[in-house]
């Protein structure tokens, strides 16, 4: 059974999250329970591990996985492809923004292509195409 984060974490992943979509351009899913799954999630990792490691994955190591940083959130697709597959960062109908994955991502054979409603924001992260 997945352990009760603290209020703390809680509170301090929703206002992460709230921020990030503010800055992505993205959505909470419209689906009840949806976003609050991922928050709790994100919370007890960073009870537990001291880093908000992202929830929906398995690890054989959580901390070599802090060490390469790269499923922290916001992970490495979310910052490169503003691809979510937790579904917290979203299109307004809860569906992850696929548009921008590489056409053999898992994403993309999962959801086919979803385009970016807001591209002018969003995608820190430096793979940009023809950047
Ligand atoms: S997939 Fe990435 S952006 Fe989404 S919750 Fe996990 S770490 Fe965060």
Request: glycine letters at 8%; a negative charge.
């Given at each position: 059974?997945?352990?009760?984060?603290?209020?703390?974490?809680?509170?301090?992943?929703?206002?992460?999250?709230?921020?990030?979509?503010?800055?992505s351009?993205?959505?909470?899913?419209?689906?009840?329970?949806?976003?609050?799954?991922?928050?709790?999630?994100?919370?007890?990792?960073?009870?537990?591990?001291?880093?908000?490691?992202?929830?929906?994955?398995?690890?054989?190591?959580?901390?070599?996985?802090?060490?390469?940083?790269?499923?922290?959130?916001?992970?490495?697709?979310?910052?490169?492809?503003?691809?979510?597959?937790?579904?917290?960062?979203?299109?307004?109908?809860?569906?992850?923004?696929?548009?921008?994955?590489?056409?053999?991502?898992?994403?993309?054979?999962?959801?086919?292509?979803?385009?970016?409603?807001?591209?002018?924001k969003g995608r820190?992260?430096?793979?940009?195409?023809?950047?």
């Open positions: 059974m997945t352990p009760e984060p603290s209020e703390k974490n809680v509170e301090r992943m929703w206002n992460f999250a709230k921020k990030y979509a503010d800055k351009g993205t959505s909470f899913s419209p689906i009840e329970g949806v976003t609050e799954a991922v928050i709790k999630g994100l919370a007890v990792h960073q009870d537990t591990l001291g880093r908000p490691l992202c929830p929906c994955r398995f690890y054989q190591d959580k901390q070599a996985e802090i060490q390469s940083r790269t499923w922290i959130c916001a992970c490495e697709d979310m910052k490169n492809f503003k691809y979510c597959h937790c579904l917290l960062f979203t299109n307004e109908e809860g569906m992850p923004i696929t548009e921008y994955l590489p056409e053999d991502h898992e994403g993309r054979e999962a959801w086919g292509l979803i385009p970016d409603p807001t591209p002018d820190e992260g430096s793979r940009k195409p023809g950047v």
